[in-house]
């Protein structure tokens, strides 16, 4: 049974997402509050996911996000937001959450996220993957460049950070020391002009390094 708890203060949804939840066989919704005050108590008292809006009275999903993950770091945030501004995402991405959905979302999509076994990709939802990427074709000349000065292992690394994998992982996949990965980590995003994985994915997408679908 995973026990999920909503952070949404757009009380309506919070409902419709509350009753959603706790109709399904195998999901429990432990709460629907519209603060991150008040999720702080009940994520203590045992939650698996938290769907997080960003724009909350008081601190935001990201700060939430941040405080969720310091007391409990194994917990999944997924954040649910209309806004798919690249700096907010990448923000969220940075501070631990697990995925993006879009308030416009379909109710299976955001069930199917739920379900998501922890510790997989990064979960980003259609539309706000689409709002990152921008108009098709849009990359710029600086991007088309970023292949050559790729070495063939940062390629491999960039292709693994695409599937939403951490430094660690990526070292276990290649079997290589969790300080060599994190440097090529380091050297694809510097190459990117990119402050986050999040944001390295997008930009090797729109230079065509990344599968953009």
Do not use: W, Y
């Amino acid at each position: 049974m995973t026990k999920v708890l909503v952070v949404e203060d757009q009380r309506a949804l919070a409902d419709a997402l509350e009753l959603a939840i706790a109709a399904q066989p195998d999901l429990e919704c432990v709460g629907a509050v519209g603060t991150v005050d008040a999720a702080l108590p009940l994520a203590a008292a045992g939650a698996d996911t938290v769907l997080m809006d960003v724009h909350l009275p008081g601190s935001d999903g990201i700060e939430g996000t941040v405080a969720l993950k310091a007391a409990h770091p194994d917990i999944r945030v997924l954040i649910l937001t209309g806004d798919t501004d690249p700096a907010v995402l990448a923000a969220a991405t940075a501070a631990g959450a697990a995925g993006f959905l879009s308030k416009s979302s379909a109710l299976s999509d955001i069930l199917a996220a739920v379900r998501a076994p922890a510790g997989g990709p990064l979960l980003v939802e259609s539309a706000a993957l689409a709002a990152l990427l921008g108009p098709a074709g849009g990359g710029n000349g600086a991007e088309a460049a970023v292949p050559a000065r790729l070495t063939a292992r940062e390629r491999e690394v960039l292709r693994l950070l695409g599937e939403g994998m951490s430094p660690r992982t990526i070292a276990e996949r290649l079997v290589i020391s969790p300080h060599t990965a994190r440097g090529h980590v380091k050297n694809v995003l510097m190459k990117l002009g990119a402050h986050s994985q999040l944001e390295a994915v997008v930009a090797a997408t729109r230079a065509g390094l990344l599968p953009g679908d």
